[in-house]
Structure formats: structure tokens, C-alpha cells
């Protein structure tokens, strides 16, 4: 009989951490973002996740100086020639069609990526602040001349703040990340690593993760160390239990 009850007990006891286990992931998977990015900006084109480019610019000594692999989407709001008004478009970077170029001083590193035909030129500017011997990214510009533009889109800061890294590092971020630029561009990376200066022979350096990357591991580490806890918890009881039904026997 006790036999019994202390099985059920047991089996009562595993259970319930699991399904609280399943319960806090599901609470936290609504709270996550969307993956799929929206398709009503864009109802005629599939925003899918953009493939990763790969681009490289090299020194005036031959060899690379700032490598990137990455995934590129524009957010971009312009005035349609065809609608004759300003419409939203989601347009990935594909990297069979871009051609990567630019330079490297020692304070600064520039990566210009230029699509077919030179309909798009997107530059991004990276900062070395050599005292902290960190880096970011400090300038995005971007030109267009797409068929449907009514006039040449140009969008241009040169006081950003993003991806920032540490001289000797390369910088990491598997999220997706929105980069913006002007009320009328905005540009969605995903799966970056890159690397603006201190590179060692065309490799990238040890990954610095980003922000992101860490708020999401952090996650099923809770998730885990609750239910490690729980099962703890539950088998401190079971052997209790044991030990006091064990001294009733004995005194009987
Ligand atoms: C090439 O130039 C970079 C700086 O721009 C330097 O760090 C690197 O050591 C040079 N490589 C060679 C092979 O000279
Ligand atoms: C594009 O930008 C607009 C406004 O800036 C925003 O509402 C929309 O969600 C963005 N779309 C994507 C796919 O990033
Ligand atoms: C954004 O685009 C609209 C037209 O599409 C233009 O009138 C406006 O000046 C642009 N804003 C900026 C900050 O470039
Ligand atoms: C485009 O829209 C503007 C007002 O938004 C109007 O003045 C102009 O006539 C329109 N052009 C065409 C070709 O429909
Ligand atoms: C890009 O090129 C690679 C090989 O050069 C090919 O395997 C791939 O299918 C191409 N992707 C697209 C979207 O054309
Ligand atoms: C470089 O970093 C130092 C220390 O963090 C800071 O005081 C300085 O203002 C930075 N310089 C620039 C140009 O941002
Ligand atoms: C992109 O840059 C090239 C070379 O500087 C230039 O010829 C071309 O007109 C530019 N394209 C746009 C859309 O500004
Ligand atoms: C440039 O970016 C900064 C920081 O994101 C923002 O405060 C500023 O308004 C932007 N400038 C323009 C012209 O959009």
C-alpha cells in the first residue's frame, strides 16, 4: 500500500516540474517575436529570410582587412512611380548579385556593397576608438535607382551606434537585429559575424555574441535550472519519506 502511494507520489512528483517546465517555455515562446517577418508591407514580394553574403574588402598590402558574412533586408519607404504614392518595400541582398568593395585606415573601415548593374549602393562606415579599442558600426549610407522610384532614394547617418565589438574580435549576432537608419530606411540583419580591423590572416577572430544572442540562451538555462531544482526538491522528499516509513517499520 505505501509502496503504492510512494510510487504515484514519485511519478506525481516528475510530472509536475515537466508540465511547469513546458508551461514557462510556452509563456515565454508567445512573449518571443514573430520569425517570420510581416507580408502586408509587401503583399507582391516574400520578405524570406535573405541568404548570408559574404563579403571581403582587402588592404593596399593584398590581404583582408575587414571580412562579413551576413544577411542583408532593406526596409525602405519611397514614392512609386507606378502607385504614385510612398509605399513600403522589403527587399533582400542578394549576395550573388553583390559585388563587395571599400578600405580600411586605422581608424576607420569602409564596406560598400553594390548590387546588379549598380542600382543600389549600400556603404557602411565602422569606427575604432583606439583608446578603448572598440569598434562600431558609425555610418550608413545608402543609393537607389530601382525601376518603380519616381526620383533616386538616398538615405544617409553618419551618427549610429550599432554592432559593436572589440578590437581582435569578431562580432557575432545569430537574432535578427534592426539597424535603423532614417524614418525611410531601415535594414534587418541576420546571422552576422564580422570583423572591421585586427584581422590575422583572412580569418575572423574569436566571436564576440551579442546582447540578443545571450538574453535567448538565457532562457532554457532558467527553464533548466528550475526543473533541476524541482527534481531536487522532489527526490529530497522521496528519500525522506523512505527513511521515516523505514523507522515505522522498525518499531513495529
Ligand atoms: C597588411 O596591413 C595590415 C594593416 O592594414 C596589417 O595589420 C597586416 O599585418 C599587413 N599584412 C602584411 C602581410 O603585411
Ligand atoms: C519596416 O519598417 C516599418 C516602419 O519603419 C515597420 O512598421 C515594419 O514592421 C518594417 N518591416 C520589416 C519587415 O522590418
Ligand atoms: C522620406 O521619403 C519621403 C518621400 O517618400 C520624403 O518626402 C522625405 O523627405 C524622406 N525623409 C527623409 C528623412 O529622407
Ligand atoms: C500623383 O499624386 C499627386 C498628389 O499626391 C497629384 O498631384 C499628381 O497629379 C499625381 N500624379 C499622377 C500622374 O497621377
Ligand atoms: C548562388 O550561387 C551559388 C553558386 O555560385 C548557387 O549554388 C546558388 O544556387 C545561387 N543562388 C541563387 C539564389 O541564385
Ligand atoms: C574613445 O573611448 C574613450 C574611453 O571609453 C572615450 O573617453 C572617448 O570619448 C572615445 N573617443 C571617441 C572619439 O569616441
Ligand atoms: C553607385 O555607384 C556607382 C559608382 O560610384 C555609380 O556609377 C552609380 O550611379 C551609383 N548608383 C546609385 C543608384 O547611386
Ligand atoms: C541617425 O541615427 C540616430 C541614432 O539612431 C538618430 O537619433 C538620428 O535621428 C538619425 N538621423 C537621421 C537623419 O535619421
Given at each position: 500500500m505505501t509502496q503504492m502511494c510512494r510510487v504515484q507520489s514519485w511519478c506525481l512528483g516528475v510530472t509536475l516540474p515537466l508540465i511547469l517546465a513546458a508551461a514557462l517555455?510556452?509563456?515565454f515562446a508567445t512573449v518571443a517575436p514573430p520569425t517570420t517577418p510581416q507580408t502586408t508591407a509587401a503583399p507582391h514580394k516574400d520578405p524570406e529570410r535573405p541568404e548570408r553574403g559574404n563579403y571581403l574588402v582587402t588592404g593596399s598590402n593584398g590581404t583582408a582587412c575587414l571580412?562579413?558574412?551576413?544577411?542583408?533586408?532593406?526596409?525602405?519607404?519611397?514614392?512609386?512611380?507606378?502607385q504614385n504614392k510612398t509605399v513600403q518595400d522589403i527587399?533582400?541582398?542578394?549576395?550573388?548579385?553583390?559585388k563587395?568593395?571599400?578600405s580600411c585606415e586605422a581608424e576607420s573601415a569602409t564596406l560598400r556593397l553594390t548590387t546588379d548593374a549598380e542600382k543600389t549602393n549600400l556603404t557602411f562606415v565602422f569606427a575604432l576608438n583606439t583608446t578603448s579599442n572598440k569598434y562600431h558600426l558609425s555610418e550608413v549610407s545608402l543609393s537607389a535607382a530601382w525601376p518603380d522610384m519616381k526620383e533616386h532614394f538616398f538615405a544617409q547617418n553618419r551618427s549610429l551606434d550599432y554592432l559593436r565589438?572589440?578590437?581582435?574580435?569578431?562580432?557575432?549576432?545569430?537574432?535578427?537585429q534592426t539597424l535603423s537608419v532614417t524614418p525611410n530606411l531601415s535594414i534587418n540583419t541576420f546571422q552576422?559575424?564580422?570583423?572591421?580591423?585586427?584581422?590575422?590572416?583572412?580569418?575572423?577572430?574569436?566571436?564576440?555574441?551579442?546582447?540578443l544572442d545571450e538574453d535567448d540562451m538565457l532562457i532554457p538555462i532558467i527553464v533548466g535550472a528550475a526543473l533541476a531544482g524541482?527534481?531536487?526538491?522532489?527526490?529530497?522528499?522521496?528519500?525522506?519519506?523512505?527513511?521515516?516509513?523505514?523507522?515505522?517499520?522498525?518499531?513495529?
Amino acid at each position: 500500500m505505501t509502496q503504492m502511494c510512494r510510487v504515484q507520489s514519485w511519478c506525481l512528483g516528475v510530472t509536475l516540474p515537466l508540465i511547469l517546465a513546458a508551461a514557462l517555455h510556452q509563456g515565454f515562446a508567445t512573449v518571443a517575436p514573430p520569425t517570420t517577418p510581416q507580408t502586408t508591407a509587401a503583399p507582391h514580394k516574400d520578405p524570406e529570410r535573405p541568404e548570408r553574403g559574404n563579403y571581403l574588402v582587402t588592404g593596399s598590402n593584398g590581404t583582408a582587412c575587414l571580412l562579413a558574412y551576413m544577411g542583408l533586408q532593406l526596409n525602405i519607404s519611397f514614392t512609386s512611380f507606378s502607385q504614385n504614392k510612398t509605399v513600403q518595400d522589403i527587399v533582400n541582398l542578394q549576395p550573388n548579385f553583390t559585388k563587395s568593395s571599400g578600405s580600411c585606415e586605422a581608424e576607420s573601415a569602409t564596406l560598400r556593397l553594390t548590387t546588379d548593374a549598380e542600382k543600389t549602393n549600400l556603404t557602411f562606415v565602422f569606427a575604432l576608438n583606439t583608446t578603448s579599442n572598440k569598434y562600431h558600426l558609425s555610418e550608413v549610407s545608402l543609393s537607389a535607382a530601382w525601376p518603380d522610384m519616381k526620383e533616386h532614394f538616398f538615405a544617409q547617418n553618419r551618427s549610429l551606434d550599432y554592432l559593436r565589438g572589440t578590437l581582435g574580435y569578431s562580432y557575432m549576432c545569430r537574432e535578427e537585429q534592426t539597424l535603423s537608419v532614417t524614418p525611410n530606411l531601415s535594414i534587418n540583419t541576420f546571422q552576422v559575424q564580422l570583423q572591421p580591423f585586427g584581422l590575422t590572416g583572412d580569418k575572423f577572430g574569436a566571436a564576440e555574441e551579442c546582447q540578443l544572442d545571450e538574453d535567448d540562451m538565457l532562457i532554457p538555462i532558467i527553464v533548466g535550472a528550475a526543473l533541476a531544482g524541482l527534481v531536487l526538491i522532489v527526490l529530497l522528499a522521496y528519500l525522506i519519506g523512505r527513511k521515516r516509513s523505514h523507522a515505522g517499520y522498525q518499531t513495529i
